[in-house]
């Protein structure tokens, strides 16, 4: 039998801030796109960069028997957007090399629950990665300098921080 439509779990209009004007219901692709990456902009010292990062959606996916909640990345860096699937699993490494990577900075991580993960849980987990990889890539940013903020791109962000380019495959451990 073929498997069933993913279901997704959609950010409420002002968490991405969809509420922006020319980001109405009217306002098609392209307005939503443009209100996701003005209120996932990264903020470094203070000011605008040319990075934004959000969570839109957490798309309910099962694979080889298992179902899992594939959390949608969408980036802007300079003139590139992309976006990436990613499990809660693979954010935790993030986690570790944050606490790692800047001591005494601390990054809100939201913890594992083992329990069935209802729609509140999962917008909630969303919410709270969706904040974690904005001052993850702050950090960065703020850390690196020039080499980042000079020359915005796709290739930058992801030869400083493999988050953000491709997988192969989401792995199959329980998220």
């Known amino acids: 039998a073929p498997a069933p439509a993913p279901a997704l779990v959609r950010a409420p209009l002002g968490a991405t801030g969809a509420g922006a004007p020319g980001a109405g219901p009217g306002a098609g692709a392209g307005g939503a796109l443009m209100a996701g990456a003005a209120a996932g902009c990264v903020l470094v010292n203070g000011e605008r960069s040319a990075y934004s990062v959000w969570i839109p959606t957490a798309q309910l996916t099962t694979r080889a028997g298992k179902t899992f909640h594939a959390y949608q990345v969408c980036v802007v860096a300079g003139a590139d957007f992309w976006f990436v699937l990613r499990r809660y699993s693979q954010f935790i490494p993030m986690s570790t090399h944050a606490s790692q990577l800047f001591p005494g900075k601390a990054i809100p991580f939201p913890k594992k629950k083992i329990f069935k993960k209802s ?40 030869a400083a921080i493999p988050f953000f380019g491709e997988l192969a495959d989401l792995p199959d451990d329980d998220d």
Request: no cysteine.
């Open 119 to 158: 729609a509140q849980l999962v917008e909630t987990r969303r919410a709270a990665l969706e904040v974690f990889l904005r001052k993850f890539v702050e950090y960065h940013l703020s850390a690196r300098g020039n080499s980042l903020l000079s020359s915005p791109s796709r290739a930058s962000l992801v």
